[in-house]
């Protein structure tokens, strides 16, 4: 019975059925109650760890986008100049992951140490997505993307 009851809790806070506009608004949503949590307390150290996971994020999203455009441009390069191209933005781009991985991992910590779960902060601190799937690379990743999206939609026009 408590089983059943975590399980239907689980799946009122993280739908399987999420739309992808779900995903970004839930990861601008959790982002921004995280800040203005921190703000709220004058907590510097946070404000500074989610202003890096930020930059992380942004840093990560702007490789990713190189790799595509480099493949779409690759008709203009020579083939061993286009594979030498692809080699380096592909190591720029672990390099760019692992960074985030590990400023998301550092932020999480920071707020589960300082910070109790309650309305404020969330169990799953600045991550927006289901707690399992923060060890899961590709998830990380996505999660970068729909942070990302959230900004961009969400910003003053």
């Known amino acids: 019975m408590v089983l059943e009851d975590t399980v239907e809790a689980y799946r009122k806070i993280y739908p399987t059925n999420a739309k992808p ?48 455009i480099s493949n779409t441009v690759r008709f203009r390069l020579e083939e061993e100049e286009m594979i030498n191209k692809l080699v380096e933005l592909d190591h720029l781009r672990r390099i760019k992951h692992e960074a985030l ?25 600045v991550y927006s997505l ?13 999660w970068a993307g729909y942070l990302i999206t959230g900004l961009y939609e969400n910003r003053d026009r």
């Not at 991992?105 to 902060?121: A, M, P, Q, S, W």
């Open 130 to 142: 289901p707690p399992e799937t923060i060890r899961d690379r590709v998830s990380v990743g996505d």
């Open 101 to 125: 991985i590990s400023q998301l991992n550092i932020t999480n910590r920071y707020l589960f140490k300082n910070y109790e779960v309650d309305n404020d902060i969330p169990a799953g601190r």
């Open 21 to 68: 506009n779900d995903n970004y608004q839930n990861a601008y949503a959790r982002f921004t109650q995280v800040k203005d949590f921190l703000e709220d307390n004058e907590d510097k150290k946070g404000l500074s760890l989610i202003e890096e996971l930020l930059t992380k994020a942004i840093s990560y999203i702007d490789c990713i986008v190189r790799m595509d």
